[in-house]
């Protein structure tokens, strides 16, 4: 069974410009969440998906935003990037609700993002 | 406020000693528990969680770990640790929204280096 995938692995972008990261989820799950990893914040929650509604939001601004698609595929977007959003972006999928009976959420390999 | 704590940013240990690493978490309810591996360059690897049952629960990699609900603890323990385990570890707990869903909270990670 194949696992989350996350395109693309790496990519570099320059400060304002926007850009769009996507994640397959492992099949049959539904649910998608989105972390962002950075060595001072740590891993930092940003959204959650479920049969494409967003369930959850995490403390992020309103240029980070997200989807879900009929197939449980997801895409984050950030507009007018900044330096300090160079980090990993993990996504995670579950079956449903990743608390709802101890779901256990599995992550990608993580889009590398570097912002000059 | 619900919350993780990972006490230790990093554990040094020799190759073929038991190794533990520590876990607190605050949380309402009764608490899911987790535990993550990440390796340099990967997404985060799941080694074991706690729902219910047995306190003391196995996973991979010959990991286990130990739920105290008087200490609202889950320490991570390996009997002898291999130079391979080196890598960062995530303690994460379950944690209710306003809204009524759930959502995963992750501790800041430590950093396990297993010396030959």
């Known amino acids: 069974k194949a696992g989350v995938t996350q395109t693309p692995r790496y990519l570099i972008k320059t400060r304002g410009q926007q850009v769009t990261l996507s994640c397959s989820p492992i099949s049959g799950h539904r649910s998608v969440s989105w972390y962002q990893q950075t060595p001072g914040q740590g891993l930092q929650f940003l959204f959650e998906?479920?049969?494409?509604?967003?369930?959850n939001k995490g403390n992020f601004p309103g240029r980070f935003s997200g989807r879900q698609f009929s197939n449980s595929r997801s895409e984050m977007n950030v507009s007018t990037l900044e330096l300090g959003d160079s980090a990993l972006y993990l996504c995670?999928?579950?079956?449903?609700?990743?608390?709802?009976?101890?779901?256990?959420?599995?992550f990608g390999e993580g889009s590398w993002l570097t912002v000059v | 406020a619900q919350s993780v704590a990972q006490p230790e940013d990093q554990v040094n240990v020799a190759e073929g000693n038991p190794l533990t690493v520590k876990c607190t978490y605050s949380?309402?309810?009764?608490?899911?528990l987790f535990w993550y591996v990440q390796y340099p360059n990967r997404g985060l690897q799941f080694l074991l969680k706690y729902i219910t049952g047995d306190n003391l629960v196995k996973g991979s990699y010959g990991f286990e770990a130990e739920f105290n609900k008087s200490q609202t603890s889950f320490h991570l323990k390996k009997p002898s640790a291999l130079v391979s385990d080196s890598a960062l570890y995530f303690c994460?707990?379950?944690?209710?929204?306003?809204?009524?869903?759930?959502?995963?909270?992750f501790g800041t990670g430590t950093r396990l280096k297993v010396l030959a």
């Open positions: 995670a999928s579950s079956l449903s609700d990743p608390g709802a009976s101890g779901n256990t959420i599995y």
């Open positions: 994460a707990v379950r944690a209710a929204t306003t809204s009524g869903t759930y959502k995963y909270i």
């Open positions: 998906y479920f049969s494409e509604t967003q369930r």
């Open positions: 949380v309402s309810g009764n608490p899911y």
